[in-house]
């Protein structure tokens, strides 16, 4: 069994990045299984790292079980969601209890354009680094969603296997890195 967390950066009820998430679970090899961490958080608070809310604890758990980390996040004005950004402060605190630390990683994003995530990922790849995950350089996968995902947010034929294979070779960085 391979767990990975998952942090989809929108909160949005019908969110593409959503959609993609469920479409690369769909599409991962046998014995992958998702953890989708709940985003909805109260915002970080420096205050709080010794005592943090409920939620916080939960995910820092779900991240320490688990054998690696998707991100998967909109472009909000050329840089990743504040949604991610706010969960991973969290949980890279309290100083030196960063629940990141030496996990494997990959990081995709949908959007409306062909540019789309482009920088979103860009941006978030440099905090994966800064926070010494292991991150997976290729496959990229900045996904179209106007072309890419049909009326019920299932990914189209078209891009399937391109999807198939992003999954696969994550399950298999995941594998040689946890
Ligand atoms: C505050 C805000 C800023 C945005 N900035 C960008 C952007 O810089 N680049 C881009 O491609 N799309 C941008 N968009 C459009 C998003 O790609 C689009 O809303 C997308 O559907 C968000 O992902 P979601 O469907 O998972 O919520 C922005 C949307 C919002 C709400």
Redesign the pocket.
């Known amino acids: 069994m391979t767990k990975i967390a998952v942090f ?5 009820k ?7 998430a469920k479409n690369i679970e769909r599409l991962s090899p046998e014995g992958v299984e998702f953890d989708y961490i709940d985003m909805d958080l109260p915002l970080y608070n420096q205050d709080l790292d010794g005592d943090m809310p409920a939620k916080v604890v939960t995910m820092k758990q779900q991240i320490e079980d688990a054998d690696g980390v998707l991100f998967v996040t ?6 990743f ?1 504040g949604v991610i950004k706010n969960a991973i402060d969290w949980a890279s605190r309290p100083w030196g209890q960063s629940s990141f630390t030496g996990k494997p990683v990959a990081i995709v994003g ?4 062909a ?3 482009t ?2 990922q860009q941006a978030l790849r440099n905090v994966a680094l800064f926070l010494d995950m292991k991150l997976m350089g290729q496959p990229e996968l900045y996904f179209n ?1 106007a072309s890419g995902l049909d009326e019920n947010g299932k990914v189209v034929e078209a891009s399937e296997d391109f999807l198939r294979g992003f999954a696969e070779a994550f399950a298999k960085h995941v594998e040689s890195n946890k």
């Open positions: 989809v950066g929108s909160l949005r019908d969110s593409y990045n959503k959609s993609l909109p472009e909000y004005n050329r840089s969601s949908a959007s409306m354009g540019l789309g995530t920088q979103a969603a």
